[in-house]
C-alpha cells in the first residue's frame, strides 16, 4: 500500500514538473517565425513559415509583397510564391545572386539579417534553419556554429543542417551573416566514383541474368509457359541496383554538391545520367533476350519439324 501511495505521489510530481515544459514547448511552436535558407546551388532560395495567427490580420498577398521588397534591397529575388496551410502559410523566394562569390568548390554568402528579418519583431520567437550539401564544409563569421547559437541536427538525406532557435534580436545583433562554404573534393569524389560505379554493376547485371534467363528457357522449353514470371524475377537484381543507387544518391550529398560545383545544366547531367543510363539497359537487354529466345525457339521447332 505504501509502495503504490509513494509511486502515485512520484506519478504526479512528474506530471506537474513536465506540464510546464510542454507548454512553453508548445507555445514557441506555436508562436515561432521559421526561415529556411537553401543553399544548393542551382535554385537557392529562402521559406517562410509565419503561424496564420502572426499574420495580424494582414492579407498573404501582401505579406508575400513585404517579405520580397524587403529581400529585393539587396538580392535579386525570381520567382515568389506562397501556399497556406492548415496553421501556417509557407513563403517561398528563389534567390538569384544568393552565392555573391564561387569558384572551384569555394563559395561565400552574405546575409544581413535586417533584411532577411526586418520585417519581424525582434522580440519575436525565429527557428533559423540553414540548409546545405553534406559534402560542403561551413563557417560563419570565421567562427564555428555552435559559438554563434547554432545546432546542427542529424540529417539522413542530401542536405545537411544548421538551426538557431531564440529572438529575432539575437540574430539582429550580429548585423550580417558571413558564411564561406567549400566542397570536400576527396569526397565527393570518392562518392562519385560508387555513384558512377552503379552503372558498371548495371551492366554486368544486366549482361549475366539476361543469358541466364536465355539459357533457361533455351534448355527447358517448356517453362516458356512462365515466361514473363521467371522474366520479372531475372530482373529483381537489376530493379534493386536502381533503387539503392537512387537511395545513395539521395543520402550522400550529391544531389546539392553537383549543383554548387558544376553549372546549371550539367550538375542535372551528372545527377540523372547515370540513373537513366541504368533504366535504359534494364529492358533494352531483356527485350533484346527476350526476341533472341523467340528466334532460337522457332528455328529449333523448325529444325525438329524437318
Known amino acids: 500500500m505504501k509502495k503504490s501511495g509513494l509511486s502515485l505521489i512520484l506519478f504526479f510530481l512528474v506530471v ?39 499574420h495580424n490580420n494582414t492579407p498573404y498577398y501582401e505579406m508575400k509583397n513585404n517579405i520580397e521588397s524587403s529581400l529585393a534591397r539587396h538580392w535579386k529575388v525570381g520567382d515568389a510564391q506562397y501556399e497556406a496551410q ?32 526586418g520585417m519581424f519583431g525582434e522580440n519575436d520567437a525565429i527557428q533559423l534553419r540553414i540548409l546545405a550539401s553534406k559534402l560542403t564544409n ?16 542529424l540529417s539522413y538525406f542530401s542536405d545537411q543542417e544548421y538551426v538557431f532557435e ?9 548585423r550580417v551573416g558571413h558564411f564561406n562554404g567549400t566542397v ?4 565527393m569524389m570518392l562518392h562519385c566514383i560508387i555513384y558512377f ?5 548495371q551492366l554486368i547485371a544486366c549482361i549475366l541474368l539476361s543469358r541466364r534467363f536465355k539459357k533457361r528457357i533455351i534448355e527447358d522449353p517448356e517453362t516458356m509457359h512462365q515466361f514473363r514470371k521467371l522474366k520479372y ?7 534493386m541496383i536502381i533503387v539503392v543507387q537512387i537511395v545513395f544518391l539521395a543520402i550522400s550529398g550529391l544531389v546539392t554538391a553537383f ?15 547515370p540513373i537513366v543510363f541504368n533504366i535504359i539497359l534494364l529492358p533494352m537487354f531483356f527485350f533484346t533476350t527476350a526476341s533472341e529466345i523467340s528466334k532460337e525457339l522457332e528455328y529449333n521447332s523448325f529444325g525438329s519439324g524437318l
Open 138 to 153: 561551413w563557417k560563419v563569421n570565421t567562427a564555428d556554429w555552435t559559438t554563434l547559437g547554432f545546432v546542427e541536427p
Open 259 to 273: 549543383g554548387l560545383y558544376f553549372n546549371p545544366g550539367m550538375d542535372l547531367l551528372f545527377i540523372f545520367g
Open 86 to 117: 492548415q496553421s501556417e502559410v509557407t513563403y517561398t523566394f528563389f534567390i538569384n545572386d544568393l552565392i555573391h562569390e564561387q569558384q572551384d568548390g569555394q563559395m561565400k554568402v552574405a546575409i544581413p539579417y535586417n533584411i532577411l528579418l
Open 166 to 174: 531564440g529572438a529575432i534580436n539575437e540574430l539582429l545583433q550580429q
Open 233 to 239: 524475377m531475372y530482373q529483381i537484381i537489376p530493379l
Open 184 to 187: 570536400i573534393k576527396g569526397q
Open 16 to 54: 506537474i514538473m513536465s506540464y510546464p515544459m510542454t507548454t512553453i514547448a508548445k507555445n514557441f511552436e506555436n508562436d515561432v517565425v521559421k526561415v529556411d535558407i537553401c543553399i544548393s546551388g542551382g535554385d537557392n532560395h529562402f521559406v517562410y513559415k509565419i503561424p496564420k495567427h502572426l
Open 197 to 201: 560505379n552503379f552503372m558498371s554493376a
